[in-house]
């Protein structure tokens, strides 16, 4: 089942932070986050994974609420090159070789 | 180290016509995933390869298949084209296709289909 993401768009100044925001219906064993510019292919971001390890951007940071079935991402003191479209991937079995199955993705603007 | 490549970059086919999309996945990578993204959409997942088997398939018709080579290369085809398949192919390849393995994920194939 796809994952929900919100909001849908959002609109930053440089220097401005914000928050992504990713749930599933389902119990979450990883999350996976990427970011997505226009053409381009989807770039690794960060994976959350169930228990608390968390691999990847070291500007940015993200967290992984189990009870919630929930993952925030958090993009502070916005960049230009943040712009984007953001989409979170989640696995939901928690075992062996699993695909992903991603939401609808965010598109953040920053503007100058 | 070179990323994931994909051959071609872009494709036009007209409706019935069958295509082939290739992928190599990074050095050192046994597991390629393909998806599918329609513009404006999240991608959504259609193969998974590890060590030349299927390991796993999404909600796609039978007019789609893969394959993985020796070399961990992997292919994908469809037939019949539609339309609706008009879409970014993107490849993505892990060390093992664990849940818990990073994808990274190729410049991907613009397919159009008149």
């Known amino acids: 089942q796809q994952p929900v993401q919100s909001p849908q768009a959002v609109i930053l100044r440089e220097g401005e932070d914000a928050v992504i925001n990713c749930s599933s219906s389902?119990?979450?064993?990883?999350v996976h986050w990427y970011r997505q510019k226009h053409g381009e292919a989807p770039v690794f971001l960060m994976i959350l994974l169930k228990g608390g390890e968390q691999k990847g951007h070291d500007k940015i940071s993200a967290s992984f609420n189990e009870k919630k079935q929930q993952s925030s991402l958090y993009l502070t003191a916005s960049q230009l090159s943040y712009s984007g479209t953001y989409f979170c991937?989640?696995?939901?079995?928690?075992?062996?070789?699993?695909?992903?199955?991603f939401g609808s993705g965010t598109r953040l603007q920053v503007q100058p | 180290d070179a990323g994931v490549t994909q051959s071609p970059t872009h494709l036009i086919k007209t409706r019935g016509q069958h295509v082939t999309l290739r992928c190599s996945p990074i050095s050192g990578h046994k597991s390629v995933s393909w998806y599918q993204q329609v513009l404006g959409q999240g991608p959504q997942f259609i193969f998974q390869?590890?060590?030349?088997?299927?390991?796993g398939r999404g909600n796609f018709p039978d007019r789609f298949s893969a394959r993985q080579f020796p070399n961990y290369s992997s292919e994908l085809n469809v037939n019949a084209l539609l339309l609706g398949d008009s879409a970014l192919y993107l490849c993505?390849?892990?060390?093992?296709?664990?849940?818990?393995?990073?994808?990274?994920f190729g410049p991907g194939t613009r397919l159009t289909v008149l």
């Open positions: 390869y590890y060590e030349k088997e299927e390991r």
């Open positions: 991937g989640t696995e939901n079995e928690g075992t062996g070789r699993r695909a992903l199955t």
């Open positions: 993505a390849s892990s060390l093992e296709g664990y849940y818990t393995d990073t994808q990274y």
């Open positions: 389902k119990a979450l064993y990883s």
